[in-house]
């Protein structure tokens, strides 16, 4: 079946570091590839999305591009902030509509 | 254990009715909150309970909607009055509380969602 798989956290960054999450995943047909994040406190929203092969989603500083070859969506940033401490989730829309989400992995960005 | 449950699975229902969406989270989780997916588009929030109350219902889409949670565990999701634009897959997740880490680092624990139950305003 469908199925996400996305780096394990807690992952932890001193400011101003770079961050990769990576994220692979397995879905029948085309999927739409998605990152929610969810800061302390509150619900998810989405950061960004990427619909077809090759394309770049990118939101506050972060990109992620899809990777069609190697099923993978990986989420980048080059410089963190301490606001940017949350719980990032990559999640692919199948051909159905159905979302698959990832475990999450939770970010903490040191001063 | 269970997980988070959600009924009913498909609701079909004519524009103007009312339709009430309930959510049963996993026994002990005191956060729970509803998200809607429209066809092709991501998640977007509804609304977000701790324990009985919702600190935070910015992202109820009109005031046809309506959430309420009782004994804080189930909660219902009230749409009246519906319109066809209100067609949508509805997710309820839920999750154990916040918490304050000892180096003054919060952190949220890990969302579980329910299946969805999928709403066509005809």
């Known amino acids: 079946g469908d199925s996400v798989t996305q780096m394990e956290g807690p992952v932890t960054l001193s400011e101003e570091a770079f961050l990769t999450i990576n994220c692979t995943y397995t879905?029948?047909?085309?999927?739409?590839l998605f990152w929610y994040v969810q800061y302390p406190g509150e619900g998810l929203q989405l950061l960004l999305k990427a619909t077809k092969a090759d394309d770049k989603g990118s939101n506050k500083g972060f990109e992620a591009t899809y990777r069609k070859e190697t099923t993978s969506f990986h989420l980048e940033k080059g410089s963190v902030q301490v606001s940017d401490s949350a719980v990032y989730f990559c999640?692919?829309?199948?051909?159905?509509?159905?979302?698959?989400f990832g475990k999450g992995t939770r970010l903490h960005i040191l001063p | 254990g269970a997980g988070v449950s959600q009924s009913p699975s498909n609701k079909v229902t004519e524009k103007g009715k009312d339709v009430e969406l309930r959510c049963d989270p996993i026994s002990g989780h005191t956060a729970l909150y509803w998200y809607r997916q429209s066809l092709g588009q991501g998640l977007e929030f509804l609304i977000y309970f701790q324990g009985n109350s919702a600190p935070d219902k910015s992202g109820l889409p009109s005031d046809r909607f309506s959430a309420e949670r009782t004994g804080g565990s189930v909660s219902t999701l009230t749409i009246q009055r519906t319109q066809q634009e209100d067609s949508a897959v509805y997710l309820c997740a839920s999750s154990s509380n916040p918490t304050i880490g000892g180096a003054g680092l919060t952190s949220t624990d890990t969302q579980y969602f329910g299946p969805g139950t999928r709403l066509t305003v005809l």
């Open positions: 879905a029948t047909g085309y999927p739409s």
């Open positions: 999640a692919p829309h199948s051909s159905d509509d159905k979302i698959i």
